[in-house]
């Protein structure tokens, strides 16, 4: 049993392929003049806790239980509990889209305290990861991450399409921080944005 | 893509000296049949079954498709009368209509999805809907309304309790609102009974050119014929989990749990309804024969082999033809899995191209979703034969009459005497403060909270709303005057003090609630919600049941057709809603059809205007045995329902119709749960708040108890009506030998003020709303 | 021959027959136009309606896959020389994704999550709508203050802005032609009369020339007087009172046809419903 930690990640994606990542892989391809680079495209429902939580197995167990957070019988999800451990997106350039004033997950957190008597903060955003095509890959970090903020952003319609600035946050990273909403990291490494959400919860 | 190695056999010769064990290996392998289904199979193959015979025909011989318990006893139920053009049998009934509507035909499917709503309460509810639409849409009808009828635990036990009926709600709302099937209301009851079972019964009605309705079998004529499956790449839905496909087959060494449920996906069916709907109309315009059916369980196996039986043919399918995700899967999973948004067309070989390009180029469905579109599996032989291979090997080989062949299971039924009526002891409960409780009741609270989860705008043919009149009222055809009522009934308490009257009330008042608003009550569907069949008791009260339902519709379908009976012209058993805690009451769920030939003059149950009278028409206040007040304001338990004169209550239905077609009436509201009291406190919270309309009323005219006349639920109705045409309605009740009492006016005050054995009670409109409120936001929000 | 409405069926819409039949209510006709029709088939329209619905599956967000439709260059490029453009619900938000509302092609606005007391995501019911002053051709035949029932029926539908008061200044500059209205007939103030937190109360938002206009509620589902809902009062409710007690015959069209109306007078149709 590994110990209780105050943060995790759970990365959760579909079994099946995914439609939406599929549309619009074919969109920004087809559509965005930043597109024709990009290759590949994934995307995870990103639920991040805070608070006094159990121990790994339990922690596994707790979110396994409820569809409040996740469907065991459609989606998968990769638990990240320390910054050490690796996202599942590895390499490529992870975009984080959140709903700016919304993203808790009031409900999540009342069904928690019902089941464990434990108080958890829940937010939940999209990941958008996003690979590039060998040969068009912009050159460096700092390329790259420029690029996929051109990806994602919308301003019109052959640019952007991840984010909608007027009522979403997003933030970039290739490594993504733990955490990633509850608050800005400290040492911002390799980031292109701040984060959202940074106010204290 | 190649097939892993299959085993031939389900079982070998020397094996079928024990069927038990058989049966026992079988089950923990995803298949059932029973033992003695084991001897049956082997004997009527003349051979062991290979693995893919073994599943079709436990999916076959299930309870859900044979009804191999309950049909001999499903025949107590009158199913004809004139306009019936399709009774039970297929995948919906299908009645005729009038004018102006009499080059149309009305559409009706009911069913279950409650164990898998219990286990996962969003994919359950979404795809009971899913299946019920399809079972509409496969007679070549556009799909114009879905109502369910739930029935969920206490939510104050369990947080769990809670998240199946969020979840639930979630379903329906996330897939009848992405379909774009208006969503036409149903009935919410709350016991602590469905706790752990709950009831998740859905219903779907359509439209039809009445020359157009299709048929779920092989066309008669030379053809040839081609099978044509349309719709979600094929996965391993509802086996993905099984031990079936792990164990013996060696497919699925993921170790994941992909595809043991179901998956619903209404935006693919949204984009396959409209795909649909030009398939039909090309298939009309040139006159070309076809045969439709959706995919449920059993999927391709059960939909080819039955499309081919009914049309008394054998059919070749080519399982390698088949659309499928790009992953290894055993050919019989792949045969049999309950993928979902699929039919499967049987039409001309010579246009079954032109029909699959419809599907994979015109409408790009591959575009849309991974892997979706149409292939050509097959085609229809006249050698009575079916038979399935996979790149030549074959998978099922059987006689088509195997298929059709019946399955009986004799159980034993054992009747109980039904509970005794309520005997009034000290009453004595504040009533001003009674009626705030009932209001303030799970089940007799306001449901606007969840309907407004529901779309039930969309399509623009809706008239009256759910929470505007007792039954949701629709106009099918934009243009023309002709309305369509829907109304649905089923009382658990009742049910359970006695399984015949409660069965009778059932019918009564679904078909009460549809007269409510003017509409002739036209035909009847429903689903049994049963316990286990095993358990004497339970098939007692089945039985009894069966019994209750027949004797209301044989009472109750005069004004369809003269003489004639209200005719179930679709229906479903659930049963096994059991557990070791016990079997749910008995719930028969019945959903009426009404007819308006004037959508024009449908009537609400809202107070219109002040200064019009209020006249109570029906049983006279005698008693509170089964009603909510002694359930819930004294906390006793279930007692029997009030009694119910089916000679009576016809009239008052004629009544009810004839008052709303000559347009006397401006409000009727049906007297139910919580009585009179809750029926006016519902008429004054029906209107706008902004017309500030109160209730006066003095129930002294009905010579009762004070408690009995606020809150008896003996069957009646409320009606507003002018000064100037109140006395038609009181002659007309004359003529037909009901009672009616004067009871009140619609006042001008924004108060309900009843009078009643020397005392004045009344409550604000701001207080009686309060109360109805109250209830159903607690669960969303957990303030428990 | 009558003008011609194209009617965009993106896969995934499901209101296009209701709108369709309010289209041919006031006299014009309506061709449906499939999500992968010929886009310089477009061209030969003289107006757009994107119909309510889950365009694409409401994939990445409402409206965002729909708006980068080849179809929607043609409509931006006919939607600049003047022709009317109506997006309803879903397709309201596939015309502020696209930038053509509030215009230039610039994305400028947002239709959020709804946000609402005691509960949350989609939300349906009927509200009330206010004709606010604007140049707008689909009300400008009303007097300003004119209200409206009809349904809403969405999870987003609150307007906003990156920076606060962005709403505030379309109002002022003419762009917000219809407001969710108060029980008083005035702006709404609160939940359930503005059913999502729209930002000024806005419930429908056009382009600075008035010809494009994205409003979330569904006038085409309030085209019979008779379906009003019996909740809300109002002059309406009281006509359909006094239709319906009058025997219930020569039907009135509903309150939402006023919206058609204004396309038709816009096209020089005299109104027939």
């Known amino acids: ?201 | 893509m190649s097939a892993p190695a299959a085993p031939v056999q389900a079982w070998s010769p020397e094996e079928l000296a024990d069927p038990g064990r058989v049966s026992r290996r079988l089950r923990a392998r995803g298949v059932a049949l029973e033992p003695e289904e084991v001897e049956r199979l082997h004997e009527l193959l003349g051979r062991p079954p290979r693995w893919a015979e073994a599943v079709l025909f436990g999916i076959l011989w299930s309870e859900h498709c044979s009804y191999k318990s309950t049909r001999h006893l499903l025949k107590r139920l009158p199913v004809r009368a004139p306009q019936v053009l399709i009774g039970p049998g297929e995948d919906a009934g299908v009645v005729a209509l009038p004018a102006p509507c009499e080059d149309l035909a009305l559409v009706l499917a009911h069913e279950s999805h409650n164990h898998p709503s219990q286990v996962l309460p969003v994919e359950g509810a979404a795809t009971g809907v899913g299946g019920i639409v399809r079972d509409v849409g496969c007679m070549g009808a556009e799909v114009v309304g879905v109502l369910d009828s739930l029935r969920f635990g206490d939510p104050r036990d369990a947080v769990h309790v809670r998240d199946v009926v969020r979840g639930v709600v979630e379903g329906i709302a996330g897939y009848g609102n992405a379909l774009g099937v208006p969503n036409l209301g149903g009935d919410t009851v709350f016991d602590r009974a469905f706790d752990s079972h709950v009831l998740v019964n859905v219903m779907a009605v359509g439209i039809a050119p009445r020359d157009g309705v299709l048929r779920s079998r092989v066309p008669d004529g030379d053809g040839p014929w081609a099978f044509v499956l349309i719709g979600k790449p094929t996965d391993e839905s509802g086996f993905g989990g099984a031990a079936f496909a792990s164990d013996e087959l060696g497919a699925d060494d993921s170790g994941d749990r992909r595809g043991a449920v179901q998956l619903p996906d209404p935006f693919l069916k949204r984009v396959l309804h409209v795909a649909n709907a030009e398939a039909f109309r090309r298939i009309r315009a040139r006159g070309i024969p076809a045969g439709f059916k959706d995919l449920g369980a059993g999927g391709v196996a059960c939909a080819t082999s039955e499309l081919a039986a009914a049309g008394r043919r054998g059919a070749r399918i080519a399982l390698e033809a088949l659309h499928r995700v790009p992953r290894r899967i055993a050919p019989e999973v792949l045969l049999c899995s309950e993928t979902q948004e699929r039919y499967a067309w049987v039409v001309p070989e010579a246009f079954a191209a032109e029909l699959a390009a419809l599907y994979n180029d015109e409408f790009a469905l591959g575009r849309l979703h991974p892997g979706a579109g149409a292939s050509i599996l097959g085609r229809a032989t006249d050698d009575g034969r079916y038979q399935v291979t996979w790149h030549g090997e074959v998978l099922v080989d059987c006689e088509v009459e195997a298929i059709t062949h019946g399955r009986h299971a004799p159980r034993v039924a054992r009747r109980r005497t039904p509970r005794a009526p309520w005997k009034p002891r000290r009453i004595g409960h504040d009533p001003h403060q009674a009626l705030l409780t009932l209001l303030a009741s799970y089940d007799l609270g306001a449901r606007d909270y969840l309907f407004r989860h529901y779309d039930s705008e969309v399509q623009g043919r809706t008239w009256l709303r759910p929470g505007d009149a007792d039954a949701v009222v629709i106009r099918p055809h934009p243009g023309r005057a002709l309305g369509l009522a829907f109304a649905v009934a089923g009382q658990p308490h009742w049910c359970a003090a006695d399984p015949e009257l409660g069965a009778r009330h059932a019918v009564a008042e679904a078909a009460r609630n549809v007269a409510c608003t003017g509409a002739r009550p036209w035909a009847l569907t429903d689903c049994l919600n049963f316990g286990s069949p095993e358990d004497a008791e339970v098939m007692g009260d089945f039985e009894a049941t069966l019994e209750g339902l027949a004797v209301a519709a044989e009472a109750l379908g005069g004004l369809a057709a003269h003489g004639q009976p209200l005719p179930f012209v679709s229906g479903n058993v659930s049963l096994y809603n059991q557990d070791a805690g016990g079997a749910i009451p008995p719930s028969p769920i019945v959903m009426c059809a009404g007819v308006l030939r004037e959508i024009s003059s449908a009537v609400g149950l809202a107070a219109q205007q002040a200064g019009n009278f209020l006249v109570l028409v029906g049983a006279s206040r005698e008693g509170l045995t089964g009603s909510s007040y002694v359930r819930v304001v004294r906390r006793e338990d279930a007692c029997a329902p009030p009694p119910l004169d089916l000679s009576a209550e016809a009239r008052l239905q004629s009544l009810a119709v004839a008052a709303a077609e000559g347009r006397w009436v401006r409000a009727a509201h049906d007297v139910s749960e919580g009585g009179v009291a809750v029926a006016l406190a519902e008429m004054l919270l029906g209107a706008p708040a902004t017309r500030g309309l109160g209730i006066d009323a003095d129930l002294g005219v009905l010579e009762a108890p004070l408690e009995v006349s606020l809150f008896d639920e003996s069957p009646g109705i409320v009606f507003e009506i002018s000064p100037e045409r109140a006395p038609r309605l009181f002659q007309a009740a004359r003529e037909r030998s009901l009672l009616a009492w004067p009871i009140g006016t619609v006042a001008a005050h924004d108060t309900l003020r009843l009078r009643a054995a020397g005392e004045v009670l009344a409550w604000s409109r701001v207080e009686l709303a309060g109360a109805a409120e109250s209830a159903l936001p607690r669960v969303w929000n957990e303030e428990l | 021959m009558s003008p011609r409405i194209a009617v965009l069926q993106f896969p995934g819409v499901n209101g296009e027959d209701e709108a369709a039949r309010a289209i041919q209510r006031v006299g014009l006709e309506a061709g449906i136009v499939r999500w992968n029709a010929p886009p310089a088939s477009l061209a030969a329209y003289d107006g757009y309606l994107l119909p309510g619905g889950f365009s694409w599956q409401d994939r990445v967000r409402a409206g965002a896959l729909a708006a980068k439709s080849p179809l929607m260059d043609v409509l931006a490029t006919e939607a600049e020389r003047g022709k009317p453009v109506l997006g309803l619900c879903n397709g309201a938000q596939v015309l502020v994704e696209a930038g053509l509302v509030p215009g230039a092609g610039e994305v400028q606005l947002a239709l959020a999550a709804n946000r609402m007391p005691e509960r949350t995501g989609y939300h349906a019911r009927w509200i009330e709508v206010r004709v606010e002053r604007s140049n707008c051709l689909f009300t400008r035949h009303l007097e300003p203050g004119t209200v409206v029932p009809m349904p809403v029926a969405h999870g987003e539908g609150r307007f906003t802005g990156r920076t606060a008061g962005t709403v505030e200044r379309l109002l002022a500059d003419g762009c917000v032609p219809l407001r969710y209205a108060g029980p008083d007939g005035g702006p709404a103030e609160q939940f359930p009369d503005n059913p999502n937190g729209s930002e000024a109360a806005a419930a429908g938002v056009c382009n600075a020339a008035g010809n494009v206009l994205a409003m979330m509620p569904h006038p085409e589902r309030a085209q019979d007087l008779g379906q009003m809902a019996r909740a809300l009062g109002g002059p309406w409710s009281d006509a359909r009172d006094a239709w319906q007690a009058a025997g219930g015959t020569n039907e009135p069209g509903g309150p939402g046809l006023v919206v058609f109306e204004g396309l038709a007078r816009h096209l020089g149709v005299g109104v027939t419903a």
Request: glycine share 8%; aromatic share 6%.
């Open chain 1, 1 to 201: 049993m590994r110990p209780a930690k105050s943060l995790a990640q759970a990365w959760i994606a579909l079994n099946t392929d995914d439609p939406a990542a599929v549309s619009a892989l074919a969109t920004a391809r087809e559509r965005l003049e930043a597109g024709a680079a990009l290759a590949g495209l994934t995307r995870w429902r990103l639920v991040e806790l805070r608070g006094a939580l159990p121990p790994l197995d339990a922690l596994q167990d707790t979110l396994h239980r409820s569809t409040q957070f996740y469907n065991p019988y459609k989606e998968r999800a990769v638990l990240r509990t320390g910054p050490s451990e690796r996202a599942p997106c590895g390499g490529a350039v992870a975009v984080l889209v959140t709903e700016r004033g919304g993203g808790r997950r009031r409900a999540a957190e009342r069904w928690w305290k019902h089941e464990t008597g434990r108080a958890v903060e829940v937010r939940e955003g999209v990941v958008w990861a996003l690979t590039f095509d060998r040969g068009l890959e912009p050159d460096g970090d700092r390329a790259r991450l420029a690029r996929a903020k051109s990806l994602a952003v919308l301003s019109d319609r052959a640019h952007g399409l991840f984010c909608n600035p007027h009522a979403q946050d997003w933030a970039a990273a290739i490594d993504p921080p733990l955490p990633w909403m509850f608050a800005p990291p400290r040492r911002p490494r390799r980031s292109a944005h701040p984060t959202p959400g940074g106010q204290p919860a």
